[in-house]
């Protein structure tokens, strides 16, 4: 991928997080990875989503040193490189502080798959980190952010649960490129307002059963998916 088109995709990402209603004033950013050329592209940091251009991204190498940009990257970029570190398949990372998910993971509670819209695009619950220790948090913070998202996956397929929350602190999703990881967390905010809902409603809601969250992942997702349309 050119670099340019890179830049053009992580800057549509970040402007979608403002349309889609899961930013508040600053508090979100969305990166995209050419593995290839060993680049990331990232939102500046405190930058307001109407200033946001292309050319005012901030383009970095995997240790985090500037190579294109006049801007500070977005503070959360060491969790970003952890992941793509970490996670081999994933092309685009996107954090925000969307209200309903950020109260799970204010509460450090995973939010329970009640329903076939929950299952439709993560695999079971969506996971909540441990809470971090002083020490990780007065040294190298957001890169230990990253190492507890990483720690939480430990037994855990980050393709089929492509988001998490952070303790205490809010979500993480991330996707086959920048735009992909958006979509989910539009999803991962709306299964979270829904299940929120669900314990408000009934308290003692028990998750879904095996049986019907396997078949609505699996048919979207699996090796016979067949939800959608094919390539003739």
């Known amino acids: ?29 969305v990166s995209g990875i050419d593995r290839e050329a060993g680049l ?3 939102k500046p940091s ?9 050319e005012r991204l901030v383009v970095v190498d ?40 950020t109260v799970f993971a204010q509460a450090c509670r995973p939010i329970p798959c009640f329903g076939t819209t929950h299952a439709d695009n993560f695999h079971g619950e969506v996971p909540v980190t441990r809470g971090m220790t002083r020490e990780e948090v007065t040294a190298a913070y957001e890169a230990n952010t990253g190492n507890v998202i990483v720690e939480r996956f430990a037994t855990l ?30 999803v991962l905010e709306e299964v979270a307002r829904m299940a929120f ?5 009934s308290p003692g809601q ?11 992942y699996l048919r979207k997702h699996g090796a016979g998916a067949y939800y959608g349309q094919r390539d003739p």
């Open 46 to 54: 405190g930058v307001a989503y109407p200033e946001l251009t292309p």
């Open 197 to 201: 809902g669900t314990l408000l409603l």
């Open 157 to 186: 397929d980050p393709g089929e649960l492509p988001a998490v929350l952070v303790a205490n602190h809010g979500p993480f999703t991330w996707g086959t490129g920048p735009a992909d990881s958006v979509e989910n967390s539009v």
């Open 1 to 29: 991928m050119k670099l340019e088109e890179l830049r053009r995709e992580v800057y549509e990402a970040n402007c979608s997080l403002d349309r889609h209603g899961l930013v508040t004033l600053t508090w979100g950013n």
């Open 62 to 101: 995997l240790d985090g040193h500037t190579v294109e940009g006049r801007l500070a990257p977005s503070s959360d970029l060491p969790t970003h490189l952890i992941l793509y570190e970490s996670f081999a398949g994933i092309g685009g990372v996107t954090h925000t502080h969307s209200p309903y998910a």
């Open 40 to 42: 990331v592209v990232i």
């Open 206 to 216: 028990p998750p879904i059963a095996r049986h019907l969250l396997d078949k609505h």
